[in-house]
């Protein structure tokens, strides 16, 4: 058992999916899956609609995972008549793990 531990990580390490494999599949699944792609269609009309005219936006993404959802709003506020605003999203993943209490 002893020097185990790295060898068995490698193994493991080497047959998880590379994270250009996940944004490639987490793409399709956007595009391919009508109501996902009109829940961020949704979304962007409403963050568009809230922030008309402003100069400045701010949006917190609570779950923001790989954040490939915010392109679409980007190109629509850049879009915008009287400008692009200044953009920050700030994004944060929470992880919530369940555990049984005796």
Not at 11 to 32: A, C, E, F, K
Not at 72 to 78: A, F, K, S, T, V
Request: overall charge neutral; proline content about 6%.
């Amino acid at each position: 058992m002893s020097g185990a531990g790295a060898q068995l990580y490698t193994s493991l390490d080497n047959n998880s999916p590379s994270v250009g494999t996940i944004l490639r599949t987490y793409r399709s699944i956007v595009m391919d899956v009508p109501y996902v792609n009109f829940g961020i269609q949704f979304c962007t009309t409403q963050i568009l609609d809230a922030f008309k005219g402003a100069t400045h936006v701010h949006v917190i993404d609570y779950g923001i995972l790989y954040g490939l959802h915010w392109p679409c709003l980007i190109q629509e506020l850049g879009k915008r008549p009287e400008g692009p605003p200044h953009l920050r999203i700030t994004g944060t993943t929470f992880f919530i793990l369940l555990s049984k209490f005796n």
